[in-house]
């Protein structure tokens, strides 16, 4: 049994002609042969060499002829299942389902003042606790919620993190590499009978470094989804005009795709369109910007032929706020990616850029997914629901429609039923003294908090996911990467009686 | 010359299957023939009834037979002008343009509160000072932007409402109907030498009464342009279904269309689409459903098919304020009207429902307009955007685009830059005392108030203009539309300001 995905039952949008498809791929496929991409590591470019790469030792450039680049984007399947510690929320990834994942912040936020602040254990459990709760979360992004919590080295964050995501959450994991931490994750989602997506990350333009191939190349050795993630700034590491950007990003990410495809063919691939402009006159990123959704929307379909799942993650707002300007900037650029066949997005609860998140974010986001969601239902078009007899039976004014069968059985169908939106009228609405969206997120909030338990471990996978990481704890500790001092703090913030949870 | 407008550059969403539009089409034709249409005018019947309907004189039922419906459908033209005050701002309906209305509300609101009240005259003369200034916005609908001010009668509130933007704004007009109010604004664009597109609303399920029709006669004869409302309520005046109730408002729009098209063949139609969900438990209405986002996406389909120009008059939130729920049932209504080929739609201003207005929400709806417009340009591919050789000359790491003529020369196209959004980076914005988005909104609104002059009326349009207003307000107190006690606080509120 798998976790249902919203499906999109109507043609994606498609912003790109046929020829201007053919147009980018013939770029990507020229500066993948002609340019190539840096790739530092050894072993990569052995394997690519052997498979008919040009391969410099010495700049550790390697250059992909189009023949080999085309056979292995054939190879990449189109759809697969990822396999998760609660088999009910197993996700199958492609085709036209659509799967929704939170949005990472570096630190969480106060709610009065939205100045951001590192959350404490407490708060990072209690974020993966309420992304478990909401049905609209298909599974926990890398880095998610926060970027680690008080206490931890720097060196254990990922591990801390996918841990606390481990023990809140059944749900589909993907977490992000640091100084081979994805060895000890790839064992912690073992000890839990589940998949990790390992993610390679980009460092634009066209430079992968070691770390990232290895990643990828461990993951793919351990039979696990490879996640492959492109995150260029339009001006600074990709072109600043959008179909530069594009042909710059489809060579960035199917450079390991081929390298993936020759190491262990059919591995399992998708692809994280994390793009965004930036403002030239002052430096700032442009999250929030239009420019992402034309970027996405492209993306995304060059993609769709290509038959390799696709995402987009730059859904992101740049107020630094819950407030109308993070409304429309998330709303519309999502609804885009939704469109135009992603089948992933990562929204829920990022508040600004990646810097911060907040779980009343999420709960608010839920509402914007479960308006996607019913709209790619699309409409049924039948016999019933075209309702002609029951149109001619009403017939014109005083008939009406209040009272039928047809009514009662088909409304609430029809509509989406958000959860922390104001739905009352003026009257009613100054009767409950005003109450808006963020009231009734918290209030939503308080209850998840309170009543909703995650599906537990089992005594045994508490014991190794401990002892994963105690091992790396010492790992760490011997690599000199977490000091007496910091080992000091990181043990204090353990010895709640309610360690590992509070 | 016309107002540009938006262009989409692609092709639009579809959701419909060529089967799924051949059922709606289909049921459309059988209800329209078989149940027909009540009209409250006799009139109407004579006209229809000549061109080949069967009436039913006691019931004042009309069926029409689907030739004739799909002939009509052929005459109503696929794209026309409107003109506007100032040529300049002339539009071009229909085809793959998309225009932009605010979104009317009954009355102003404390912002401090966000409760609303009824506006003062100043206060609606400015509202739509702001909303000229603004260049998304590229028309204004009827009862915007709030339905009339402190002390106009409701019988004087739409010639009141015609007669602010055409004094405050130069941009193209619609007026509604209410108590023939049509005939003097007609009156009122003749004297002034511009259009107005006046409106035919219907009164679901399947009935117009008889002022709707009037409306109907006095444009097409005018040879003003027309639009023609359906607003079914989901489960109450149509069916609790989006198939079904896009087949009750085809019917209700495409019947008056056959009218109009019957009295002067070519006459300018476009068709509104205002569906409405109710939650069916409690009887509010479901403002800001994603239901309304499917039906204005399938009916800009099926109207496209027929090629007829279509506003989707659905612009209203439930949230009560400006926040995150109201941005983002906002968005969704724009991006869905731009991508399925919607040829307008209200935005600017709406707060809640169509209850509440205010320009600052105008002023943030500017940048969610200019985003979904910046949306529909789309990109260009060719050499130079695709940028080859710049790609191969910088290479990877430590290569960069920073610094480039070609960054220099395409960054800016190739986003919307936003008017009134927090664009900061954190420590900018803790610099800056944290501003938000309502916070640069109000600093711009109070800019555009304190500088922002409209066209003027020239000194004998504005002499017409106010002597038909004069012959209204005769004409209505005569009537005993406006009482002697309305009279005096109108003329009061007249000269506040």
């Known amino acids: ?18 020829e201007q498809l053919e147009q980018i791929h013939q770029g990507m496929l020229r500066v993948l042969w002609t340019t190539g991409v840096h790739m530092e590591h050894r072993g990569a470019l052995e394997t690519l060499e052997r498979n008919g790469c040009v391969v410099d030792y010495d700049d550790w450039r390697v250059r992909f002829p189009p023949g080999l680049v085309e056979e292995c984007i054939r190879r990449c399947p189109s759809s697969f299942q990822v396999k998760t510690r609660d088999p009910s929320r197993s996700v199958t990834l492609g085709g036209n389902g659509l799967h929704v994942l939170p949005f990472p912040g570096h630190h969480t936020i106060d709610l009065d003042t939205y100045e951001p602040r590192v959350p404490t254990r407490k708060e990072f459990y209690d974020g993966v606790k309420v992304l478990d709760a909401l049905p609209s979360v298909h599974g926990l992004w890398s880095y998610t919620p926060y970027f680690g919590f008080e206490g931890v080295p720097p060196s254990m964050c990922l591990l801390e993190s996918m841990a606390g995501k481990i023990r809140n959450s059944g749900k589909f994991l993907t977490e992000g590499y640091s100084k081979g931490s994805e060895e000890f994750c790839i064992r912690m989602a073992q000890a839990v009978d589940a998949e990790l997506c390992v993610p390679c990350l980009l460092s634009p333009p066209l430079t992968y470094y070691g770390d990232a191939i290895g990643a990828a190349l461990h993951g793919a050795d351990a039979g696990f989804p490879v996640r492959i993630s492109e995150g260029a700034v339009y001006g600074g590491t990709a072109p600043a005009s959008i179909a530069g950007a594009l042909v710059s990003a489809c060579a960035n990410l199917v450079a390991p795709v081929v390298l993936l495809q020759v190491h262990k063919p059919g591995t399992r691939i998708f692809l994280h369109d994390f793009t965004f402009p930036q403002n030239m006159t002052t430096g700032a990123p442009g999250f929030g910007n239009i420019a992402i959704g034309l970027h996405a929307a492209a993306f995304n379909q060059i993609f769709r032929r290509y038959g390799i799942p696709i995402g987009n993650g730059a859904a992101v707002p740049a107020s630094k706020r819950i407030d109308f300007q993070s409304g429309y900037e998330r709303a519309i650029n999502a609804t885009i990616f939704a469109l135009s066949g992603a089948n992933f997005i990562l929204m829920h609860g990022g508040v600004a850029a990646e810097l911060t998140h907040h779980p009343l974010q999420a709960i608010l986001d839920d509402d914007i997914c479960g308006m996607l969601g019913r709209f790619l239902e699309g409409i049924d078009v039948s016999e019933d629901s075209l309702a002609v007899d029951l149109i001619e039976e009403v017939g014109p004014v005083p008939g009406h429609f209040l009272n039928k069968k047809h009514t009662r059985q088909w409304w609430k169908h029809e509509q989406n039923h958000p959860h922390a939106a104001d739905k009352l009228t003026y009257p009613e609405w100054e009767k409950v003294g005003r109450k808006g969206c963020m009231d009734y997120a918290k209030e939503r909030l308080e209850d998840i908090l309170t009543n909703y338990a995650p599906p537990p471990l089992t005594a045994s996978q508490e014991e190794e996911i401990e002892r994963i990481l105690e091992e790396a704890r010492a790992y760490y500790k011997k690599e000199g990467l977490i000091t007496s001092d910091e080992m000091a703090v990181y043990r204090q913030g353990m010895r709640s009686s309610r360690y590992p949870y509070e | 010359m016309a107002m540009k407008g938006f262009v989409r550059n692609f092709p639009p969403l579809n959701i419909l299957s060529e089967e799924d539009i051949e059922s709606v089409h289909r049921g459309m034709l059988r209800v329209l023939s078989t149940t027909g249409v009540r009209m409250e005018h006799k009139r109407a019947l004579d006209v229809l009834e000549a061109a080949g309907c069967k009436v039913n004189r006691d019931t004042n039922r009309v069926c029409m037979p689907p030739a004739l419906v799909e002939e009509c459908i052929r005459r109503a033209p696929s794209s026309f002008p409107l003109l506007a005050k100032d040529p300049a701002n002339s539009l071009m309906m229909g085809g793959n343009n998309l225009y932009f209305a605010p979104a009317p509300g009954q009355n102003t609101i404390d912002l401090d509160t966000f409760e609303p009240r009824p ?11 702001v909303l000229d200034y603004i260049s998304t916005l590229h028309f204004f609908t009827t009862y915007t932007p709030y339905f009339g001010y402190a002390g106009v009668p409701p019988c004087m509130g739409m010639l009141e409402s015609l007669a602010a933007r055409l004094r405050n704004a130069s941009k193209a007009v619609v007026v509604g109907h209410s108590h023939n109010s049509e005939r003097f604004a007609v009156q009122i664009a003749q004297a002034l030498g511009i259009e107005v597109m006046g409106t035919v609303t219907a009164a679901p399920p399947l009935t117009y009464f008889e002022d709707a029709i009037d409306s109907a006669f006095t444009l097409a004869e005018a040879g003003m342009a027309v639009r023609i ?10 069916p609790a279904t989006l198939a079904g109730s896009l087949v009750s408002n085809l019917v209700e729009v495409i019947s008056a269309l056959v009218l109009v098209q019957t009295i002067k063949p070519g006459t300018r139609t476009m068709l509104l689409d205002f569906a409405m969900p109710m939650n069916m438990s409690t009887g509010a209405p479901a403002f800001g459903n994603v239901a309304v986002c499917i039906h204005i996406s399938a009916f800009n389909q099926i109207c496209r098919h027929y ?24 968005s969704f209504r ?24 205010s320009p600052l929400q105008a002023v943030l709806d500017d940048d969610i307009a200019g985003m979904v417009g910046r949306y529909l340009e789309g990109m260009d591919v060719n050499d130079e955007t695709m940028a080859l050789d710049l790609i191969e000359q910088v290479g990877p790491v430590p290569g960069h685009f920073l ?26 914005w803790l610099q800056s005392g944290k501003k938000s988005a309502v916070d640069y909104a109000r600093e711009r ?26 012959d209204a307000r005769a004409h209505y107190q005569k009537a005993g539309q406006i009482s002697s006690d309305e009279m005096t606080a109108y003329r009061a509120a007249l000269a506040s300001y």
Do not use: C
């Open chain 2, 445 to 470: 609104m109070e800019s555009i108030l304190a500088s922002h002059k409209p066209m003027p009326l020239t000194d004998k349009q504005e002499d017409d203009l106010e002597r038909v207003l004069e």
């Open chain 2, 403 to 428: 610094g480039l003529a070609h960054t220099r020369k395409w960054w800016k196209q190739e986003q919307y830059i936003p008017h009134s959004s927090d664009t900061l980076t954190y420590p900018e």
């Open chain 2, 307 to 330: 090629g007829i120009p279509t506003y989707n008059a659905d612009g209203y939130p439930g949230s009560k304020r400006p926040d995150y729920q109201s941005a983002y049932e906002k």
């Open chain 2, 334 to 357: 724009a991006i869905f009207t731009g991508l399925s080929g919607g040829s307008s739609r209200p935005l600017h201003g709406g707060v809640y429902g169509e209850l509440s207005h």
């Open chain 2, 229 to 238: 409302t359906g607003a079914p309520v989901m489960g109450a005046s149509a």
């Open chain 1, 1 to 18: 049994m798998a976790l249902n995905a919203y499906t999109r039952r109507f043609p994606a949008l498609e912003i790109l002609n046929e």
């Open chain 2, 119 to 129: 506006a003062t005259r100043k206060e609606y003369y400015d509202a739509v000072r």
